[in-house]
């Protein structure tokens, strides 16, 4: 049972570049969910999906796009990345997202943006 | 913001001694929940609480929450090296209907010296 997957680990981009980051979860959970972790900062979410077939915005969400590809998958787009969204990126999962229960977190997927 | 408000934001003690951890918040909650992050790691859910509950026990730990003072606190006995880690608290919150959206403090690094 592989929890949460997220990949790549690592990726350098140059400013400008595209890039996506893929997630999957085995648990047959409702919600997923992308946040990034800056230094002092904490987590911020990005995007969210309650369920499947629907995403909304979350704190940051200014510079990414998301697909909830089915009831597994759901991913983060940086469609031309910039320096500031150098980050360490954060995908989970909770079986309901109406009153938010346990997040299950993946291994986070470190982003440099030269 | 709803943010949660960590305190103290490090912490560093001697092995066997415990460690309490505090979390203010703004608004209203459905529940606090507490995470550990080890360096490099993902978030590992450690223990949840709803509003209408005050204290929780898990092992090690136990979870207080003050809904008048807006304030939760955590506990671990007996610590170890293991323990070493980040601690964020969360507020699970309702934002609209029946949708709630679960925000993170930036964290308490605590040291377990051997």
């Known amino acids: 049972n592989a929890g949460v997957t997220q990949t790549p680990k690592f990726q350098v981009l140059k400013t400008g570049q595209s890039m996506t980051l893929q997630c999957a979860q085995d648990?047959?959970?409702?919600?997923m969910y992308w946040y990034r972790q800056d230094p002092g900062m904490g987590l911020r979410l990005i995007y969210y999906?309650?369920?499947?077939?629907?995403?909304d915005k979350g704190e940051v969400p200014n510079g990414y796009n998301v697909s909830r590809l089915n009831k597994r998958e759901f991913s983060l787009r940086l469609e031309s990345a910039a320096p500031s969204q150098t980050s360490v990126y954060f995908c989970?999962?909770?079986?309901?997202?109406?009153?938010?229960?346990?997040?299950?977190f993946g291994e986070g997927s470190r982003l440099t943006v030269l | 913001s709803q943010q949660g408000e960590e305190d103290p934001q490090a912490l560093s003690i001697q092995e066997g001694e415990n460690a309490t951890m505090n979390c203010s918040y703004k608004?209203?909650?459905?529940?606090l929940q507490w995470y550990r992050q080890n360096s490099g790691r993902g978030l590992v859910h450690l223990i949840l609480?709803?509003?209408?509950?005050r204290e929780k026990h898990s092992g090690r730990l136990r979870v207080t929450l003050d809904t008048s003072k807006k304030s939760s606190s955590l506990l671990i006995t007996a610590s170890r090296a293991a323990d070493t880690a980040s601690y964020f608290c969360?507020?699970?919150?309702?934002?609209?209907?029946?949708?709630?959206?679960?925000?993170f403090g930036k964290g308490i690094t605590l040291s377990v010296r051997p």
């Open positions: 608004t209203s909650i459905n529940n």
């Open positions: 999906s309650a369920s499947e077939g629907t995403t």
């Open positions: 989970a999962s909770s079986l309901t997202g109406g009153r938010t229960g346990e997040l299950f």
């Open positions: 609480i709803r509003s209408n509950e």
């Open positions: 648990m047959n959970h409702n919600s």
């Open positions: 969360a507020t699970d919150w309702t934002y609209t209907g029946a949708n709630s959206k679960l925000t």
